[in-house]
């Protein structure tokens, strides 16, 4: 099963998240580990929120709200995807990440599983699996245009 | 909360291979070090439900096993003089800190656990469940689930590989350079069966087959890791990423298979292919000629590459079987090599392929010689011919889905245009 990893901390800690180089260091030496044992896929860190945007869609009006977004209190800082053979054995990878309390009170890693076509089973059905064909091919035709 | 008994059993999988591979340098084999590295788990089993689990828990079951060793070691007061000297060794070394479990910087123990447990003097069904098992951590039963054979005579089949080695004295090393070649063959084989075990398995609930494709790519993945110029392990990482890239789209919701030709592309798994061509260019870089698994995996970037059928480089391809058919022939790659001549050559050309191959009884007699050559005489025209020809496929067809298929195709191809 592939899962996705998720780096979180607070929106107001976020100026202490910037990597130093010991914590590129550790994490390099992290990440060593998880490629050498098979599981490491895909990784990227993300830019501090204050370089980032949101599109909030409410009550039928679209806005945009830019960063940073200090009262966030689960900040996505980077993620992996990883190849595991049980949601068990990516905790057990996530415990060994190496941390460090300068780098905000709390730092959260959140374990998510990445859907595949095989998971929806039988309520999947061809007909939905059809729909979503289709739409896929509309997604597509509407880029080919732009 | 996580299950104790599944966290138990992932710390396992994390953490066995490099632990048997430290105790067999230790003991100097691989068998009792695969025992004793169970005795160790099976105490785990016991006291972590009840103690916790320990912040560093490899180096704990490091411990354990070591102990054991010296244990059974002088229990059974052996007069061998390696026992003895094994136990004294174990016995006047400093305890291991805390996080000094990997003292195995260069992963030459786990590579040399990976070389026994392939090692040629084993059949091969036994290469295959002793690198599930002790490379890929593995339990028994899984094993036995996914080939589809009772635990009991998985077991077995164990325990004699494990006899074997032992009687056979094969040492616990990495193969010297004039011996690499051949003993990294076998290995990859293993990971490559491994992998189409669960690739192929065609039984839309079989998820425990399923699996065993990626814990085939996670041992390719390892070995990548520790024969970094080693080209052909690259090549079969990138075979294997490149196929899975596949996986959702090979067979309809009622579980027929698609042809490459027929599959939506857009469904195929970004991520894999992006792996996979790395791993190539990874090969490539090492600028070695190129072997079968190199020469197949180039194959299978090819079609990674083309956004549609028709964008498809089939001169490329059909360069790449000329290739893939000097280094490795065979009647497999013969018929994909008439396909490729079909698509930059005509149906002609691809005729006079097909009946040149066709001479080996082995592929005249296989269902897929058949139907590619059904095909060939249908665009020729020959329709009388080429519904014959599927007819005798379908005959050798080797389930009831495919010999349907073909019979469909056979009519089709003995209908008359209107």
Not at chain 2, 116 to 133: I, K, Q, S, W, Y
Not at chain 2, 143 to 168: D, H, M, N
Not at chain 2, 299 to 310: D, G, K, L, M
Not at chain 2, 380 to 400: C, I, K, M, N, Y
Request: overall charge negative; hydrophobic content about 45%; proline content about 6%.
């Amino acid at each position: 099963m592939k899962v996705m990893v998720m780096i979180q901390g607070a929106g107001a800690d976020e100026d202490k998240i910037a990597p130093t180089e010991e914590m590129l260091r550790e994490m390099g030496a992290y990440n060593e580990q998880l490629v050498k044992a098979g599981v490491m896929l895909d990784g990227e860190g993300l830019h501090p929120s204050a370089k980032g945007a949101r599109v909030v869609f409410a009550g039928g009006d679209t806005s945009v709200v830019d960063g940073p977004f200090t009262e966030s209190k689960e900040l996505i800082a980077g993620y992996w995807i990883w190849q595991v053979s049980s949601l068990e054995e990516a905790v057990e990878w996530a415990k060994k990440c190496p941390s460090d309390p300068q780098y905000g009170a709390t730092q959260v890693l959140e374990i998510r599983q990445i859907f595949s076509p095989e998971d929806f089973g039988a309520e999947y059905t061809p007909e939905l699996r059809e729909k979503d064909e289709r739409l896929a091919e509309e997604i597509q035709s509407q880029h080919g245009q732009a | 909360m996580p299950d104790v008994r599944r966290t138990i059993d992932a710390i396992w999988r994390m953490s066995s291979p490099q632990l048997i591979a430290t105790l067999a340098r230790t003991v100097r084999d691989v068998g009792l070090a695969e025992e004793l590295a169970q005795d160790a788990f099976v105490a785990a089993l016991e006291q972590w439900p009840r103690d916790g689990i320990p912040d560093n828990p490899a180096a704990w079951l490091t411990t354990t096993a070591k102990n054991k060793a010296v244990d059974l070691i002088r229990r059974e007061h052996t007069r061998d003089a390696k026992y003895t000297a094994v136990a004294a060794d174990l016995a006047t070394r400093p305890p291991d800190a805390p996080d000094a479990v990997v003292d195995d910087p260069i992963g030459d123990d786990l590579l040399s656990l990976v070389f026994v447990a392939c090692h040629p003097v084993l059949p091969r069904e036994a290469r295959v469940a002793l690198t599930l098992r002790m490379v890929g951590g593995l339990s028994t039963d899984e094993i036995a689930r996914a080939f589809l054979v009772p635990s009991a005579t998985l077991g077995q089949r164990i325990s004699r590989a494990k006899r074997t080695l032992t009687e056979a004295q094969v040492p616990f090393e990495v193969p010297q350079p004039d011996e690499l070649p051949a003993r990294l063959g076998a290995v990859l084989e293993v990971v490559y069966l491994v992998f189409n075990e669960g690739y192929t398995a065609t039984s839309g609930e079989d998820w425990v087959r399923r699996d065993l494709a990626e814990d085939a790519m996670r041992l390719g993945r390892v070995l990548a890791g520790l024969l970094p110029a080693e080209p052909e392990v690259h090549g079969l990482v990138s075979l294997m990423e490149l196929q899975a890239s596949r996986f959702a789209t090979r067979q309809g919701p009622d579980g027929a298979p698609i042809l490459l030709e027929d599959q939506d592309r857009r469904r195929w798994d970004r991520l894999l292919i992006t792996r996979g061509l790395a791993a190539l260019d990874r090969a490539a870089q090492l600028r070695r000629p190129l072997g079968p698994y190199c020469l197949q995996a180039a194959i299978a970037a090819q079609h990674a590459r083309a956004a549609t059928w028709e964008d498809t480089d089939w001169d490329a391809i059909r360069a790449l079987y000329d290739g893939l058919a000097q280094v490795a022939p065979s009647p497999v790659v013969a018929l994909n090599r008439a396909v490729a001549v079909l698509m930059t050559d005509g149906p002609q050309a691809a005729l006079d392929e097909l009946d040149a191959v066709g001479a080996d009884p082995r592929l005249a007699r296989h269902h897929l010689y058949g139907a590619v050559r059904g095909d060939v005489l249908l665009r020729l025209g020959r329709r009388d011919e080429a519904a014959s020809t599927l007819e005798q496929a379908a005959a050798h067809a080797p389930s009831t889905r495919e010999r349907r298929l073909l019979l469909e195709r056979a009519a089709a191809a003995g209908e008359r245009p209107a």
